[in-house]
């Protein structure tokens, strides 16, 4: 079985060395090797250990499907579609499992309900909620980052719809967990991955947990919710963004869109509708936290990857033109895979 953490003896030296050092709790300030770690874990969270089927008829009517698509399609696209749904959830569950024990952590529980995933772990020294991001399969995770239309939020301020939907889901039933007392002595780290990494966010702020919530680490998130949403959040959030990783500039910012919609309002007759409703639909979206950003790597040397703690929003655009030609890889810079092994790096060479 193909391991995902650490898949060769050096990578597995790196991992020991990283773990021999305790990680801090209740820190304001951002850690690299606590980086490293909420990365490892919110990778992990894409681990399927979710049934696919909920019932019995769910199963039948996707069972009926399969039989008409097989007598209408090619075969090497049944297979692809064979290998999205023809997974064990209980043989992905132990991987998982031994994955958080190579990183001398447990799982505690796994959350799931209507598309939104999240898994609960446990170290000796504090417990983590890692959600899991947008899987490109899930067609309601894609809804739910379609939504990008924002809503009022009861905790103040606008957020979007799409991610504020996906939290509620999963939202009791972590709070709930959260308040056994068997935890409460130990501080509640929270991260996440791209949809991940937006819910994280959402849950940086609604949770309550008597040990505390040291910290929120995302990794490739998009913004979440205006001015007014983010200012009254007050766990530490820490916003790693990897290269040209496209996604963390969406849903468009607020200087974005009040640009785009002052040139639609000057659109004679209809002009001023269209501005007043771009602004109130999809304006104000900024980002939250402060930032670290892992600078490119040429023909994947990783060792000589940077963590820089600002830079600015042209050369982040001049970054994605220059790793978008020949526009045949987009989204490579997004992988969480990615994020974690140059962070593995850039922890082991400042520790």
Known sequence: ???IIAQNAV???MVDNLLAKEVPTYRQAYSDRTSWLMACFS???YIRFNPLFTSTVQK????????EFAEKTKKSSLLKLIDIVGYDHEAETEKLVAELSSLNA???TTFDSNGTQAILVSTNKFITLSFRGTEATSIKDIKSDAKA???KCDSGGNIHSGFKGAFEEVELDIQNFLNKEKYSNKPLFITGHSLGGALATIAAKKLKHVGGIAACYTYGAPRVGDEEWISNIKTPLYRVVNAADCVTMMPPGSDTISALSWLLGLIPRVGKSIRR???SKFGGYLHGGNMRYLTNCTGGNYDAVNLLYSVSFFYRIKMLYVKALPWSKPLADHSISLYRKKLAIVATNRN
């Open 1 to 3: 079985m193909k391991k």
């Open 11 to 13: 990578e597995v030296e």
């Open 43 to 45: 990778e992990l969270a």
């Open 60 to 67: 039948d009517l996707i069972t009926k499907y399969l039989e």
């Open 106 to 108: 447990e799982l505690i």
């Open 149 to 151: 239309n924002t809503t």
């Open 277 to 279: 409703f771009l602004l």
